[in-house]
Every structure is written in structure tokens, then in C-alpha cells.
């Protein structure tokens, strides 16, 4: 009778850790990472029902598409650029308001009223939503390590209308979870 308990209570301890495990490599294969020059990698849970589609490198430019199979729903796309400028500026958080301005001046996307949020990791991030019903789209901006890192957030390739503020909370979330991950 003790040996059948102890190969009972034996097989429950595996069945647990096989579960433990599923769920740890399930976690796992959530994360997107985006490696940036061998500078920093981006690391993110990618939204339910998305996946990256399209890694790309311009030069100086790099991105990456994150689609979903239902078409109604926005596109992202996470662009990150080296500016020359600011190669010494850690975040978007050390420079000043003025500073900030002239980040702005240069991105002709972001002529219109921006607002300001933090990230759960402290970075600032600079919002833009462009409500101009020929080219609707929401921009998130930030700085780190001298790289402005932008998601653009677009309606859908099937969608009927604007985008909407939960689909704006959506990659607001998506935005505030990426963790940028130093290459030392």
C-alpha cells in the first residue's frame, strides 16, 4: 500500500511539473524580441491574436510588423531609428522640455497635440493621435540609447471606422510592457 501511495504522490509531483513546464515555454514563446544593432533588444508579449509578421532594416532604420488574422483589427508597426543627435541621451525622460520640442519638430507626423505618458519601466513616451479621417493613426515616441523607438498604431485593413480609444489603451499597453534589454 506505501508503494502504491508513493508511485501515486510520484506521478502527481510529475504530472505538476509538466505543467509548470508547458506553461513556462507556452510564456516563452509570448515574448517578441527585437534586436537593435547589437545595441539593445526590445522584449515584449506580443498582443493576443497578433504575431510579427516582418522584421526589416533600412540603414539606420529597423522595424517590425505585428498583424493579426482579423483584419478589422489595427496594425502595428515598431520602428526604431539612430539619431546622430541624440547618441549620448539615455531616455526621452533626460531631455528637457525644450529638447523634447525639437524631437517633435523634426518627425513631421508629429505636428498635431501630443501627450505625454510613462511606461510601467519609468520611460516617457510622447503620444500623437492623428484623427484625420483621410489617414487616421496613433504614434507612440520615445528615446533610448540615441535610438527613437516609434509604434504606429493604423486601422485595419478591413476595418470601417477610426481607430478606437480601446484599440489606443491596447497599444498603449503593448508599448508600456516592451522592455529595453542593454547588450553589455
Known amino acids: 500500500m506505501k508503494k502504491l501511495i508513493m508511485f501515486v504522490a510520484c506521478l ?18 509570448d515574448y517578441t524580441v527585437v534586436s537593435v544593432n547589437g545595441v539593445f533588444n526590445i522584449r515584449g508579449i506580443t498582443p493576443d491574436g497578433y504575431s510579427m509578421t516582418d522584421v526589416f532594416q533600412d540603414g539606420t532604420t529597423i522595424g517590425a510588423s505585428f498583424e493579426s488574422t ?11 531609428s539612430f539619431l546622430e543627435e541624440y547618441a549620448n541621451v539615455e531616455r526621452l525622460n533626460d531631455l528637457s522640455e525644450e529638447e523634447r520640442m525639437n524631437l517633435i519638430d523634426m518627425d513631421p507626423t508629429l505636428s498635431e497635440n501630443i501627450e505625454t505618458m510613462e511606461t510601467e519601466f519609468g520611460t516617457q513616451v510622447m503620444i ?23 509604434l504606429n498604431l493604423f486601422p485595419g485593413i478591413d476595418s470601417e471606422g477610426s481607430l478606437t480609444e480601446d484599440q ?7 508599448l508600456s510592457d516592451l522592455e529595453f534589454v542593454p547588450n553589455n
Open 70 to 80: 482579423d483584419l478589422k483589427k489595427p496594425s502595428f508597426v515598431l520602428v526604431i
Open 128 to 150: 500623437l493621435h492623428s484623427k484625420n479621417p483621410e489617414f487616421d493613426f496613433a504614434s507612440f515616441v520615445t528615446l533610448y540609447k540615441g535610438y527613437e523607438v516609434g
Open 168 to 174: 489606443i489603451l491596447q497599444a498603449m499597453k503593448f
Open 12 to 29: 502527481v509531483i510529475v504530472f505538476c511539473f509538466s505543467i509548470g513546464s508547458a506553461e513556462n515555454s507556452s510564456d516563452k514563446e
